[in-house]
Every structure is written in C-alpha cells, then in structure tokens.
C-alpha cells in the first residue's frame, strides 16, 4: 500500500499526532471497534522529522461489557501509508490517511497480540515445553520492560510453580532471523548471553533469565559492582566472526538525526546541539569505521554482575563490527544521564565514572571516548519527549548539558 505525499505545513503528521487535532481519528478508531472514547491523554512519541511520527495514547473507553483503559496507536507518513500500515485500519484526516491500531495488535509486531496475554503465554510455555511441565494462566504473569511501537517490545514473563523467569522480545519478521543468529553466534562462542528458550512462527523469540542483577541497579551499591577492566573484558571475548557480521552505523554517525529530533521538539537548544554536531563531525571525520567485534549498544541495562564481575549482556542484537570506543562510550553516555537519582545514588554512579573513564581512556583514545560519549547523549535526549515525561523539557536540558560538558573537555 502506498500513498501520495502529504501537502501542507505538516507532512510528517507531528503536530496532528501531539495536538488536541488527534481526538477525532481517535475517536473514530474507537467507534469504528464498537466503544465510545470517554478521555485520552498522549503517552509516547517516536518522531522522524520530514517522514513519519508515531504516536501511542492512554485512553478510557466504555465497551458493551464495561470500561477499561486501553492503548491506542497512531501512525502518519508523508509519503502515505506504507504495506504494513494495512495490518491496522487506516482513516482519513483531511488529505492524510494514517494507520490506527488498539494494543496488542501492533501492525509490525504480530507476536504480540500472543505475548501480551497470560492465557496464550501459559499456553505457550506448555506447548514449548519450557518449565517441564504444563502451566496456567494463573501461574504467569507479566510485566511489560519496554514497548517502542512498530519496533519491538520486550516482556518479563514470571511463571509461579515452578519459579522461572523468561524474556520475550517480541520483533518484526523483517529482523528475526538475523537476531535470533546473533545470539547463537555469541553463546556458541562462550560469550555469555542469554540461552534460547524457545522460538515461534510469529516472531517471539524466548530467552532464559541472566544470572546476578542488572548493573543499573549495581551501579547505586556501596562497593564496586565490577571493574572497568572485566566490562572491556567481556566485550573482547566476542568472538572475530561477529566483526563479519553487518555493520551497524554507531551512535555518532546518526548525531544529525537526533539533533533534528531534538531542535524539533525543544527550538531553543537548536544552536548549541548545532554546535556540538559540527564539533563531533569534525572530530571523528579521521577516524576509520573499525573492525573489532562490537555490541553496538552496551550500557548498565544491558549488564548483570555477581560477586563483583560481569556475568551476562543482553540485547545482542546489535552486534557487529565498529571500535571499542563505540562501546565504551555508549556506557559513559548512559552512566552520565542517568535521572531522579537522590544524593547518594549521584555519589555512587560519579565515582564509578571517575573510576572507570581512566581506565577506558587507556584502552581507546581519550579525544574520541568523549566525543562518541556526547554523540551518544545527543541520542538519548530525544527520550523524554518520546515518553512525554512531565518535565521532559528540563530533563532533555540536563541531557544535554552533560553533552557539552565532554564536547567541551576536547575542545
């Protein structure tokens, strides 16, 4: 399915997605499934200036059988409706035609609709086979870790009797082979990754629990949860054949991208995040793409630690051949934004920076660590409007600030 281009002001659908101007294809989309949308208020926003904006609303809708809450999602393209959009109804605003969708039945992400219900979980664990035994409803739950709609979404599943955890990364169909042959390429290699518990036709790929806890939650302890030493470690066990995998572009080369996004949605930081990305441009315009096996995404969320090492990375997905520097950047990125933290947490997570970036600065160059760091925080900026925090304007400013403070270490 394809679409003219939209004319007007707003080809991308931005403003109609985040403005009162959005109520009525959501009503529209309520009635058209037999309830009456009774409130809303916006929840998530993924945004590409010029092209497309998608956008998820918490909703109130009284059905035949009662009033629930309900997710509604909302996608416009300047170009028209793209194949997938036909999974979802699509409605008319104007010369615009966007695609309109109830959670779980995300057009991009069929499996979904499975991994969002306890019946069809418990289901599924006992066709698979996966606690030995058959299960119920009522000994699953689940928990929803993270849902980017039209892209993938990740869900805890928590089965009672016997006590096993999974992870569920729901994806498209278009990237599940190619995920599901990264992880095997790491645990056949030793590296330690999540086992596969399971697969499926619709693209949920199940992943047994990591050993210890997550380093985002370490990272507040009063000792060291490991060293900066054993997480370069880690990622120099990958094996050479991950480096002959595709190349993912790192964080940097997408700083552009994500000023766009930024300067879209907060006008008044246009200038310096202009700023910064001419001065990340020009510092990493040198440097070779490299050829080392990298994660592509390596920051405290994607790590767990036990007795005082690395025990396990996740969301290998990425993959790939790049620079250390990549790697080690994306974690000084995220240890430097972390939010809500109060004074003692601060304290831990700027000792562990102090203690860790030396030690990174021998491994990788100093000038390039700090300028993949920033490009990495630039990206990040674009989270709090994306999940429209109440404060996302302040919490995207501190972001940045700590952006400048290592372009303005080099320069």
């Given at each position: 399915m394809t679409g003219h281009l939209v004319p007007g002001p707003d080809p991308d659908g931005s403003t109609l997605l985040t403005t009162p101007a959005v109520e009525s294809l959501l009503r529209a989309a309520v009635d058209h499934a037999?309830?009456?949308?009774?409130?809303?208020?916006?929840?998530?926003?993924?945004?590409?200036?010029?092209?497309?904006?998608?956008?998820?609303?918490?909703?109130?809708?009284?059905?035949?059988?009662?009033t629930r809450s309900e997710l509604l999602g909302v996608s416009a393209r300047s170009s028209g409706p793209a194949t997938s959009d036909g999974n979802a109804e699509i409605f008319a605003d104007g010369d615009r035609e966007v695609a309109v969708w109830l959670y779980p039945n995300d057009p991009d992400l069929p499996g979904l609709a499975r991994a969002a219900y306890p019946d069809r979980m418990a289901e599924l664990i006992t066709s698979l086979g996966l606690v030995g035994r058959p299960v119920s409803p009522g000994q699953v739950?689940?928990?929803?870790?993270?849902?980017?709609?039209?892209?993938?979404?990740?869900?805890?599943?928590?089965?009672?009797?016997?006590?096993?955890?999974?992870?569920?990364?729901?994806?498209?169909?278009?990237?599940?082979?190619?995920?599901?042959?990264?992880?095997?390429?790491?645990?056949?290699?030793?590296?330690?990754?999540?086992?596969?518990?399971?697969?499926?036709?619709?693209?949920?790929?199940?992943?047994?629990?990591?050993p210890g806890r997550p380093l985002a939650r370490a990272v507040?302890?009063?000792?060291?949860?490991?060293?900066?030493?054993?997480?370069?470690?880690?990622?120099?066990?990958?094996?050479?054949?991950?480096?002959?995998?595709?190349?993912?572009?790192?964080?940097?080369?997408?700083?552009?991208?994500?000023?766009?996004?930024?300067?879209?949605?907060?006008?008044s930081q246009a200038g310096r995040l202009a700023w910064m990305s001419q001065t990340i441009g020009q510092g990493l315009s040198a440097i070779p793409r490299g050829e080392e096996a990298t994660h592509?995404?390596?920051?405290?969320?994607?790590?767990?630690?036990?007795?005082?090492?690395?025990c396990g990375i996740l969301d290998v997905d990425t993959i790939g051949p790049g620079r250390r520097a990549d790697d080690l950047a994306c974690m000084v990125a995220h240890l430097s934004?972390?939010?809500?933290?109060?004074a003692q947490q601060a304290s831990r997570v700027h000792h562990l920076i102090r203690t860790w970036v030396p030690v990174f600065d021998e491994r990788v160059d100093p000038t390039e660590l700090r300028l993949r760091a920033a490009a990495v925080i630039i990206s990040l900026a674009t989270g709090p409007y994306r999940s429209q925090e109440p404060h996302w304007e302040h919490e995207t400013v501190m972001i940045l600030d700590a952006a400048e403070a290592l372009v303005r270490q080099v320069v």
């Open positions: 037999g309830g009456h949308l009774d409130s809303w208020r916006l929840d998530h926003v993924d945004s590409n200036p010029g092209l497309s904006t998608t956008a998820t609303y918490l909703a109130t809708v009284t059905w035949s059988y009662g739950s689940l928990r929803m870790i993270g849902y980017r709609p039209r892209r993938r979404a990740v869900v805890r599943v928590d089965v009672t009797d016997p006590r096993r955890t999974f992870y569920v990364k729901v994806l498209r169909g278009t990237l599940f082979a190619d995920v599901l042959h990264r992880h095997r390429i790491l645990l056949d290699a030793g590296v330690p990754a999540p086992e596969i518990a399971g697969t499926t036709d619709d693209n949920l790929l199940i992943l047994a629990e990591l507040f302890d009063p000792v060291e949860p490991c060293t900066a030493a054993n997480l370069i470690g880690v990622l120099d066990t990958m094996p050479i054949s991950v480096a002959a995998l595709e190349r993912r572009p790192p964080w940097s080369e997408a700083v552009n991208h994500y000023v766009q996004m930024v300067s879209a949605a907060m006008p592509g995404d390596f920051h405290e969320g994607q790590v767990h630690v036990a007795d005082g090492r690395v934004t972390i939010q809500r933290m109060d």
